[in-house]
């Protein structure tokens, strides 16, 4: 069994806690009942299914991606779902922890993986990290000469298991220097411009940011908040295992994308 500040070091290194957004909610949210970890689940969101998972299967930390808590809340029931999730890991001892934007933008961090996935060239943060200058906000790299956005999306469709994409702006224009942020990056469109990015692959966006997209001559695919960053969940997993010796490390099974088609 490896000491919890052992783990939570290492976490930190994969996923400095400097590089989160200011608004962020990072680190040790819910801290287990024991000082030793020996086993350690990841997962992108923490629901009342996945809490279970946890549970049942003795983790002793949860690493999700998304916080919770976020905010800070007035009462933990199992009237809601947060509520139901926090108070099982809390009755069965678990802690909890998350990297979240720190994560998204780590070198080797979601928006990195993202970008070696489409086959981007000359791959580098949007807003480089002052003090690790491969890290930072968002990643921008260069497709090929002759690359339409049709075929960055199905190259992200593939890539990450999805039947459908969203595309702001015309699919067969060039995809030039294509931005990436992963998640909700649609209020980022103003940053990812002056990166000098032709197209954004985000997770997902809103209407009013699709059209202001279109005013500033931008492209844009959306594949789903869920499949932008769930399937970076196993590499942090595999990371952490193959850095802690001795940890039993894996990412929830039963999670799923909550919102599918018809």
């Known amino acids: 069994m490896t000491a919890l500040q052992t783990v939570t070091a290492e976490l ?3 996923a ?9 909610t990072v680190g040790l949210l819910v801290g287990p009942q024991r000082a030793v970890v020996e086993r350690v689940m990841t997962c992108l969101t923490l629901t009342p299914e996945v809490a279970t998972e946890a549970a049942r299967e003795r983790a002793d930390l949860v690493v999700t991606h998304h916080p ?3 905010r800070p809340i007035g009462r933990i029931t199992a009237d809601t779902g ?21 994560w998204d933008s780590a070198a080797g961090g979601i928006n990195d993986q993202l970008a070696d996935m489409l086959g981007l060239l ?35 469709a593939a890539g990450l298991d999805v039947r459908h994409v969203q595309i702001v702006g015309s699919a067969e224009r060039p995809a030039g220097r294509v931005g990436i942020v992963c998640g909700s990056g649609g209020d980022t469109l103003a940053s ?7 197209t954004l692959v ?15 001559g931008m492209a844009v695919i959306a594949v789903g908040h869920h499949a932008s960053e769930r399937f970076s969940m196993p590499v942090l997993a595999a990371r952490l295992a193959a850095t802690v ?4 490390c894996w990412a929830s099974r039963t999670e799923a994308d909550p919102i599918g088609w018809l």
């Open 122 to 156: 000359h791959v580098a943060p949007i807003e480089p990290d002052a003090e690790t200058p491969v890290a930072g906000f968002g990643r921008a790299g260069s497709a090929g000469a002759n690359e339409t956005v049709a075929a960055v999306a199905r190259r992200a």
């Open 192 to 198: 990812v411009r002056r990166g000098g990015c032709d």
């Open 82 to 102: 947060p509520g139901r999730a926090l108070l099982e890991l809390i009755q069965a001892g678990a802690g909890v922890w998350s990297s979240h934007t720190a």
């Open 68 to 70: 919770l808590p976020f």
């Open 16 to 24: 400095p806690l400097r590089l989160a957004a200011d608004w962020d």
């Open 202 to 216: 985000t997770g997902e966006l809103k209407l009013h940011d699709a059209t202001e997209a279109l005013a500033l």
């Open 12 to 14: 930190e290194r994969i």
């Open 245 to 248: 010796p001795g940890l039993t």
